[in-house]
Every structure is written in structure tokens, then in C-alpha cells.
């Protein structure tokens, strides 16, 4: 199934909101929710299509190593490389934007070939190793002499969420001691409305 077709698909469902300190914005449909005594905890997924951006330690090598990729979060260096990133994914017919909590592109993904599949291990300070993450190949660019490639997770990207009873939406903080157990609740009921 296209992007599209999954997008038209979820047209009529229930969108929210999501902004961050900067102010930036991330349009989210809501995929399931739990309501508790003061608060409706929110299931997201982004509207548009979230990417990431590698830069690569080594351009001088022929093949491509993993382990000499690192995945650039710094909200300077996404400025600086912006202007090209969206150069680059134009000539795709992809808008890239620059959002709250990731960058996204609006438009048609090219279609899913194994060669462009990346696996990547992501490892949090304090945490224990994840799942690899497989992304898909966009596109790449130099800025300053430095590699760049920007990709798309291949498994959906989901954001736990609050709701007050004023209608204020905001992420869960990692440090709440009740995201564990209600991200699994909505996972599971999601999963069983699947």
C-alpha cells in the first residue's frame, strides 16, 4: 500500500497537535486512547511521513559502514543542513518539514527496495540496547565536505501523549512512572482492534 492510499485512509480519524518548546508543530492522528480520572492519555502517529538525517564519519571510504554513521539530533546542525535536505527531497517530490520532535516529509515515498534498507542500532544512554531499526534510503547530500542521508523508519512512529481536561496536549515525560504501563494498555488495545 502507497503512502497515499494509507493517508486517504486516514482522513476521518481524529487528529491532534502536538508543539514543542521552539514552537513547532507535528499534526498527529490519534490511533487509541485511555481515559483515567483527571487525564485522556493519547496513542499518536505523525500525519506526514517522520525522517532522520545520518552523516557519515568516513566519505572517502567506497562502502558505506554503518558504525561510522551518527544520527544528528542538534537542533543547530539541523538548521544548517536544512536548506539542503529540502533541495534534495524536492527533486523526489517529497516537502521536507521541519517539525516538533522530528522532521517529517509530506509526499510519495519511491517504492520500498530491499538494497536501500538500512539496520540501525540505536543505543540510549541509561538504556538497554534496542531493536535495530530498519530505514529506508531517501536521499544524500554534502554540506561543508560532510555526507549526509536522510531515510524513514520503516515501523510507524508513535508519541505517548496527555490530554488535560482543558484540551492541552502534551508528551508524556519518560520520567512518568505510569508511561510503561498505560503505553502498553493502548499498544495491546490497539493490537486487538488490528
Given amino acids: 500500500m502507497s503512502s497515499s492510499q494509507f493517508n486517504n485512509e486516514l482522513d476521518d480519524v481524529e487528529k491532534v497537535t502536538l508543539k514543542d518548546e521552539a514552537g513547532r508543530s507535528l499534526e498527529c492522528y490519534i490511533e487509541n486512547s485511555l481515559e483515567t480520572d483527571d487525564l485522556q492519555y493519547l496513542l499518536l502517529m505523525p500525519v506526514d511521513i517522520p525522517v532522520v538525517v545520518l552523516a557519515w564519519d568516513d566519505e572517502e571510504s567506497e562502502e558505506e559502514d554503518i558504525s561510522d554513521a551518527f544520527l544528528i539530533e542538534d ?6 543542513i536544512f536548506a539542503d535536505a529540502k533541495a534534495v527531497l524536492a527533486e523526489q517530490n ?33 538504556q538497554p540496547t534496542s531493536e535495530p531499526e530498519e530505514l529506508q534510503y531517501l536521499a544524500s547530500f554534502y554540506f561543508e565536505e560532510q555526507k549526509y542521508s536522510i531515510y524513514t523508519p520503516l515501523d510507524p512512529l508513535l508519541f505517548l501523549a496527555k490530554c488535560d481536561v482543558n484540551g492541552n496536549v502534551e508528551l508524556v515525560s519518560p520520567e512518568d512512572q505510569r508511561m510503561q504501563t498505560i503505553l502498553e494498555e493502548l499498544l495491546f488495545d490497539e493490537m486487538e482492534e488490528n
Avoid at 537542533?75 to 544548517?80: Q, W
Avoid at 516529509?105 to 540501525?120: F, R, S
Fill in 75 to 80: 537542533n543547530e546542525e539541523i538548521e544548517k
Fill in 94 to 126: 517529497l516537502i521536507l518539514k521541519y517539525t516538533a520532535y522530528t522532521l517529517t516529509v509530506g509526499g510519495e515515498l519511491p517504492p520500498l527496495d530491499e538494497d536501500n534498507i538500512l539496520t540501525l542500532e540505536i543505543d540510549l544512554e541509561g
